[in-house]
């Protein structure tokens, strides 16, 4: 079955803890995407990533770092900076960044303790 | 880039056709529109695109208007799967998936 798997489905974070978010795929896309989804709101874009080995932030990038080393996978890690990381996080794939049909995870809903 | 108006929310009898309609009057002649929808706690799903001409998939029917100002996502047959927020998306053209914008969407309620 081709998709996206985020995992885990529920993270806690503690003060000051960095977490990891895992997204991966096996549609055999170049281009990845995180976005953050508050309660009641849409979603707004974190970070991009179109190929191996590249990425650009989005609009809200502060507090959160992602890796490309691999296709398949694009992690992000939620910092102890990002002040406010309680929301719904999701993970998108696109075969290029140029097409705009994106396919997306089933979503990790991060709390904070 | 195309701003995009829907309702905040609608309802529909179940079997019966869900018109979401959005207004997108500042499109220009080379921008689609898209429309996805989210389910409560899943991600969302890509539905159908189109440019000018009417679109049909095995989900729905995408009604462009003539001027491209206003399209309509048509469900001919609601069920209670098909309760979602659905988001209408005209990305400015040639700028790629990073600058699609989900905003509030409309959230369709389908009754029983």
């Known amino acids: 079955d081709g998709g996206i798997t985020q995992s885990p489905k529920y993270l806690f974070r503690k003060e000051g803890q960095n977490v990891t978010l895992s997204c991966e795929q096996n549609?055999?896309?170049?281009?990845m995407y995180w976005y953050r989804q508050d309660p009641g709101q849409g979603l707004r874009l974190i970070y991009y990533s179109q190929i191996v080995n590249d990425f650009q932030k989005g609009d809200i990038a502060e507090g959160y770092s992602v890796s490309r080393e691999k296709k398949e996978s694009f992690p992000l890690t939620v910092t102890s900076a990002q002040k406010n990381p309680t929301a719904f996080y999701l993970c998108?794939?696109?075969?290029?960044?140029?097409?705009?049909?994106?396919?997306f995870g089933s979503g990790t809903q991060l709390s904070v303790l | 880039d195309a701003k995009t108006t829907q309702p905040t929310s609608m309802d529909c009898a179940e079997g019966r056709a869900a018109n979401l309609p959005c207004n997108h009057s500042t499109i220009s002649g080379n921008e689609y529109v898209y429309w996805y929808r989210q389910i409560h706690s899943q991600g969302p799903q890509y539905i159908i695109h189109g440019l000018k001409n009417n679109e049909t998939n095995e989900m729905a029917s995408l009604i462009i208007t003539e001027d491209r100002k206003s399209s309509t996502l048509i469900l001919p047959h609601a069920t209670l799967r098909d309760t979602a927020v659905y988001y209408c998306i005209v990305p400015p053209f040639g700028t790629g998936a990073n600058n699609l914008f989900f905003g509030t969407g409309t959230r369709l309620t389908v009754i029983p």
């Open positions: 549609l055999n896309h170049d281009a």
């Open positions: 998108a794939s696109s075969a290029f960044v140029s097409n705009e049909k994106l396919f």
